[in-house]
């Protein structure tokens, strides 16, 4: 956990995080169709606008919520190769107080 930063991090882009209102280092809840979870954002231009990333392999406990980001994820399969959706989802942000 410590070489990560200690927790999960959200990397924004600086027009999404103003889009949505989102400041650096606040809290955001990311929301998708099948659940919603709470993370540190981090505005940077490393994701290509309209693209958040979440980096690292990280357990629920370190999270600011206790969830994995995998309360995002439905089960179905993808229609070409029936692989996992995990790397692509529809989410919104909204920022915490």
């Known amino acids: 956990m410590q070489a990560e930063g200690g927790e999960p991090t ?3 882009h600086p027009q999404d995080a103003q889009a949505f209102g989102v400041k650096d280092g606040a809290r955001v809840r ?3 169709q099948h ?3 709470v993370r540190r954002a981090r505005v940077s231009e490393a994701p290509i606008p ?3 990333v979440l980096e690292g392999t990280w357990w629920e406990a370190p999270a ?3 969830k994995g980001i995998n309360w995002l ?6 229609d070409l190769g029936a692989g996992s959706t995990f790397h692509s989802n529809p989410v919104r942000l909204e ?3």
């Open 35 to 37: 659940g919603a979870v």
């Open 64 to 66: 600011p919520d206790g």
């Open 95 to 97: 920022p915490l107080p």
């Open 10 to 12: 959200l990397l924004v």
């Open 30 to 32: 990311i929301r998708s």
């Open 50 to 52: 309209g693209t958040v």
């Open 73 to 78: 994820t439905g089960e179905h399969l993808t």
